[in-house]
């Protein structure tokens, strides 16, 4: 029994201290006040949420994504909008370019996205404040692109950066063909968990502390096993051929330098551009695009 408790004595400490952590995390989670919010803003001209004017959703799944935005609203203080196209953006978009300058066909998106949030007055906190809203365009441009696009504003411009849209994005978008009314869903609860206070990261620490306790004292043990047995440094042998040392002289010597130089070829993704940017009508949006 001793021995037993020598070999495995590190990894139960390993294992201890996990699960330790994650008890604390779960704890002090489960008992910090909740943080609430209240939408105050009374210029909002509908408070309509889903808009499925490409028609690929039922009536029941937009109920459905009606009530889980709404629940989503509450947890992290913004105006969520989901919003479907199936047509041509082009013109539209390039109407816009004595304002905002040149635009791409990813920027197609980009442009109705930030005029629909400015003209629709959302924002949780205020008109134009804090909000997300997610244009999704079924229809195939003339540059053979499908394009969407998350707009972002308010708090949610810092809360998201270039790589989070993009990473939300590309997530619930890998469904979308599939099943609109999941990925539309999925696309909700991930920017809600992302800008929620009370998401509670702790209980999920908590619930993966053992088994990752317990991986680590597993792989700490085979890689230190074979370290305990050590080689026999103390016969002459282990140094010496046949009792006779023989030292052999060493050196480095430089003989000449080669550079090359080659290119890194990168993959092309389905990312589609983003950053912080002045909407056509005069406020500010940050977001990211998706092409598939």
Known sequence: MKKFVE????????????????????????NRPKVEFVRNNAQCTTDERVFDYAGKMTDAEEEEL???????QLRCGLDIIVLTLDETLEDYAKSFEPIIGYVEPYQYTMVFADNFYDE??????KAHGDGVILVDNWYRESDGGVY???STSGKAIDG???DDTENI??????YVEEDPAYAYTYFVELV???MDPNYNLGKDLGIFSIPIGLIAGIIFFFVNRGGKKGKNTVESKAYVKSHKANVLENQDIFITKTMTRRKIETQSTTRSGGGGHVSARGHSHGGGGHRR
């Open 120 to 125: 629709g007055a959302f924002g949780f906190n």
């Open 192 to 194: 809600a968990d992302h």
């Open 169 to 174: 994005l590309d997530m619930c978008l890998d």
């Open 148 to 150: 969407s696009w998350m």
């Open 7 to 30: 070999i495995f004595k590190i990894p139960l400490i390993i294992f201890t201290v996990f699960l330790v952590v994650g008890i604390a995390c779960k704890i002090i989670t489960d």
């Open 160 to 162: 998201f950066t270039v």
């Open 66 to 72: 009606r009530g889980v935005i709404q629940e989503a």
